[in-house]
């Protein structure tokens, strides 16, 4: 399945550059949009993200690391493993 992983990755990751070095697959960045209603105030929210085979970030912790993603710093502020090989990194723009 990671092979298959590291194929799909080749041809759509684009680079990433974490703590200073550039994960081997990149990674899959994706900027959700979310709104959110209360009675009548509206909530907006970019919940930036990066999804990255684990092989690549080594089995170190990365919350508070920095992340460049197409010109873009952010700050790691959650690692959330699927236990599949994969980890979705939750960022915040910095």
């Known amino acids: ?3 298959d992983a590291a194929l799909f ?5 684009e680079p990433v550059t974490l703590a200073g070095q550039a994960l081997a697959s990149g990674g899959l960045f994706d ?7 209360v009675e009548s105030f509206g909530i907006e929210d970019a919940s930036p ?3 990255c ?5 080594g089995g ?12 873009a710093s952010y700050l ?3 690692a ?8 979705r990194l939750k960022l915040r723009k910095i």
């Open 9 to 13: 990755f080749a041809d759509f990751a």
């Open 53 to 57: 085979i684990d092989a690549d970030l």
């Open 1 to 3: 399945m990671i092979e």
């Open 49 to 51: 993200s990066v999804l």
């Open 80 to 87: 959330e493993p699927d236990g599949l090989g994969f980890t």
């Open 76 to 78: 790691v502020i959650g």
């Open 60 to 71: 170190a912790d990365r919350h508070d690391d920095t992340a460049i993603i197409r010109g």
């Open 31 to 37: 900027r959700q949009y979310r709104t959110a209603s």
